[in-house]
């Protein structure tokens, strides 16, 4: 069993930055690929940002340039810097692992899930 734990979110203006980290534990392999997703209210949730065993970074349109995936596998966690924040970029965001080496941008390939953290841009 692996558990993911977010940290990181919170309140912030339009135009700045946050940190989102995820820590995850249990049966899982350090190199296994990450990423994180979000969702609005009354939206779907969407694909934000994924990193595979070789550090190899993917994002959404939405967010390319504004973000840095980044990983830390000795301490089996992953990190998500958002910079430049909109009011659209407000959303519940969550930490997602696979059991692959393979990074995806598809939530339904990825095997577990984080609780989510908040993330609300004011303008």
């Known amino acids: 069993q692996v558990q993911l734990v977010e940290s990181g979110g919170g309140l912030v203006q339009t135009g700045g930055s946050l940190r989102l980290s995820c820590a995850a534990s249990g049966r899982t392999s350090s190199s296994n690929a990450m990423g994180w997703f979000r969702q609005a209210p009354g939206e779907e949730r969407e694909f934000v940002a994924a990193?595979?065993?070789?550090?190899?970074?993917y994002y959404a349109d939405s967010v390319k340039g504004r973000s840095t995936i980044s990983r830390d596998d000795a301490k089996n966690s992953v990190y998500l810097q958002m910079n430049s924040l909109k009011p659209e970029d407000t959303a519940v965001y969550y930490c997602?692992?696979?059991?692959?080496?393979?990074?995806?941008?598809?939530?339904?390939?990825?095997?577990?899930w984080g609780q989510g953290t908040q993330v609300t841009v004011s303008s």
């Open positions: 997602a692992g696979r059991r692959s080496l393979v990074a995806a941008t598809t939530a339904r390939l990825y095997d577990y």
């Open positions: 990193i595979d065993w070789a550090t190899n970074p």
